[in-house]
C-alpha cells in the first residue's frame, strides 16, 4: 500500500509563501489522482486541491484559487502545494492523499491513502 509523507511546513508571515511536499512510496501504482486538504483546530478537514497524475490536470477550492498551486513530479512520485499570499484565514494542517478514482475526487471518501499532515501556522 501507499505511503504519504508531507514536508514543508512551518511558520509563515501573512503574505508569504510556503512550498508543501508529499512523498509516495510503496505500491502507489494505483494512484490516478493526489488531494491536499486542511483542517484548522476544531474544524473540518476541507478540500484544498488536487490533480490527475497523469494528465496534470489541478482543481482548486474557490478560498485559495488564484492563490496556491498543484503540481505533481512523476519521476519522483511527489505532489507539491504552493501556497502564495497566506491569510489568517489559511493556517491549519495540511493533508495530502492519494486516489485511485478515475476522476479527480473532491470529498475525502475519493481517497484511498493520507499522510500525517504538516502544520502551516500564519503569523500577522
Known amino acids: 500500500q501507499a505511503q504519504l509523507v508531507e514536508s514543508g511546513g512551518g511558520l509563515v508571515q501573512a503574505g508569504g509563501s510556503l512550498r508543501l511536499s508529499c512523498a509516495a512510496s510503496?505500491?502507489?501504482?494505483?494512484?490516478?489522482?493526489m488531494g491536499w486538504f486542511r483542517q484548522a483546530p476544531g474544524k473540518e478537514r476541507y478540500f484544498v486541491a488536487a490533480?490527475?497524475?497523469?494528465?496534470?490536470?489541478?482543481y482548486y477550492a474557490d478560498s485559495v484559487k488564484g492563490r496556491f498551486g498543484i503540481s505533481r513530479d512523476k519521476a519522483k512520485n511527489t505532489v507539491y502545494l504552493q501556497l502564495n499570499s497566506l491569510t489568517p484565514e489559511d493556517p491549519a494542517v495540511y493533508f495530502c492523499?492519494?486516489?485511485?478514482?478515475?476522476?479527480?475526487?473532491?470529498?475525502?471518501?475519493?481517497?484511498?491513502?493520507w499522510g500525517q499532515g504538516t502544520q502551516v501556522p500564519v503569523s500577522s
Open positions: 510503496g505500491r502507489s501504482f494505483s494512484t490516478r489522482a
Open positions: 490533480i490527475s497524475w497523469r494528465a496534470g490536470n489541478a
Open positions: 492523499a492519494a486516489s485511485s478514482r478515475s476522476y479527480v475526487p473532491i470529498p475525502m471518501f475519493g481517497y484511498y491513502v
